[in-house]
C-alpha cells in the first residue's frame, strides 16, 4: 500500500497553507517554492481542493488562497480524498472479489487496516499537525514522505 504523490503533496500543500494563511492570502508560488512541488501540479490540486471547499481563492494583487474552514476542521483523510487519492491495502479494491469472484483468504485483514488507516487520518486534523510542528520543531513542515 502507498500513498501516491497526489496525496503526500496535497497534504503538505494544505499544511503550508495552514502555517502561513495566518498572515493573509498565500500564493501558490510560494508553496511551490518552500516545498519543492511543480507550480502547475499545486494548480491542479488547488482546483481539487477548491471544488472540495477546503480552500477558497481570492483573485487580484495580493491574492492567493485561503483556507476555506478552521484548521481544525479539515481531517487529513479530507485532503486524501479531495486530492482523488485513496489508501487501499486490498487487491481488489474493497471490492471482496479478489480470488476467482470471491473474497482471498486475508481480504478482511486487509479491509481492517483500510479502516484503521482511514480512521485514524478522520482523526488527525491540519491544527494537529501545526500544534506538533510549533511543538516539535519550530514551525518545519513535515512532508509525510515516511508514509508508505
Known sequence: MRLTTKGRFAVTAMIDLAMHAQHGTVKLSAISERQHISLSYLEQLFSKLRRARLVGSVRGPGGGYILAVSADEISIAQIIAAAEDKLDATQCSSKANCHNGAPCLTHDLWENLNKTINDYLGSVTLQHILDQ??????????TFTHIH
Open 133 to 142: 510542528q510549533q511543538s516539535e520543531g519550530g514551525g518545519k513542515i513535515v
